[in-house]
T-cell receptor
Framework: GNSVTQMEGPVTLSEEAFLTINCTYTATGYPSLFWYVQYPGEGLQLLLKATKADDKGSNKGFEATYRKETTSFHLEKGSVQVSDSAVYFCALRVISSGSARQLTFGSGTQLTVLP | DTAVSQTPKYLVTQMGNDKSIKCEQNLGHDTMYWYKQDSKKFLKIMFSYNNKELIINETVPNRFSPKSPDKAHLNLHINSLELGDSAVYFC????????????FGSGTRLTVV
């Protein structure tokens, strides 16, 4: 089956620190990979995605590279801001005949950035 | 011009009551979902409908019943509410195409007292 393992939180950083949130996956077939962000009191928003090996997704200074050899999709940002405080979810989805087509989520990582 | 809209945003009710949450999407997506998010932020899929047909029905109490009158709407009805039903419920929609993620609604915070 499909599964996503995310680094456990919470993660607390000072402003301008470097961020890495680890994500690894197992999947049958060829997954697309996603990072979603949930700000306090809001729904989930797509942050970035990658649809094939070696693709790099990027948005708002965040980046993640689809690494098939290590089955990973780690989220990075060079300099975090207080406004980045949120819960981050790694997810995968496989669209192929016979597979469950829903998005499979990791458990989420709470990030708090202190001024 | 909200893409996926849920109502109500907040719902406080007593144990034993019956309540409904409505969801509508204007994206033309074929598939809609209900997720439950617990207090630890863990997301659990409950149901999925594709073109009004139920395709995912995870292990949830049969007090929960989804209804999809058309492919733009997926409502969630809950009978005999219990304290453990308190959570945030998210509706989402998607196309069944490689590379597509979901578009989520803003959630309904249900509190059972």
């Amino acid at each position: 089956g499909n599964s996503v393992t995310q680094m456990e939180g919470p993660v607390t950083l000072s402003e301008e620190a470097f961020l890495t949130i680890n994500c690894t996956y197992t999947a049958t077939g060829y997954p697309s990979l996603f990072w979603y962000v949930q700000y306090p009191g809001e729904g989930l928003q797509l942050l970035l995605k990658a649809t094939k090996a070696d693709d790099k997704g990027s948005n708002k200074g965040f980046e993640a590279t689809y690494r098939k050899e290590t089955t990973s999709f780690h989220l990075e940002k060079g300099s975090v801001q207080v406004s980045d405080s949120a819960v981050y979810f790694c997810a995968l989805r496989v669209i192929s005949s016979g597979s469950a087509r829903q998005l499979t989520f990791g458990s989420g990582t709470q990030l708090t950035v202190l001024p | 011009d909200t893409a996926v809209s849920q109502t109500p945003k907040y719902l406080v009710t007593q144990m034993g009551n019956d309540k409904s949450i409505k969801c509508e999407q204007n994206l033309g997506h074929d598939t809609m979902y209900w997720y439950k998010q617990d207090s630890k932020k863990f997301l659990k899929i409950m149901f999925s409908y594709n073109n009004k047909e139920l395709i995912i029905n995870e292990t949830v109490p049969n007090r929960f019943s989804p209804k999809s009158p058309d492919k733009a709407h997926l409502n969630l009805h809950i009978n005999s509410l219990e304290l453990g039903d308190s959570a945030v419920y998210f509706c989402a929609s998607s196309q069944d195409l490689q590379g597509y993620g979901y578009t989520f609604g803003s959630g309904t915070r249900l509190t059972v007292v």
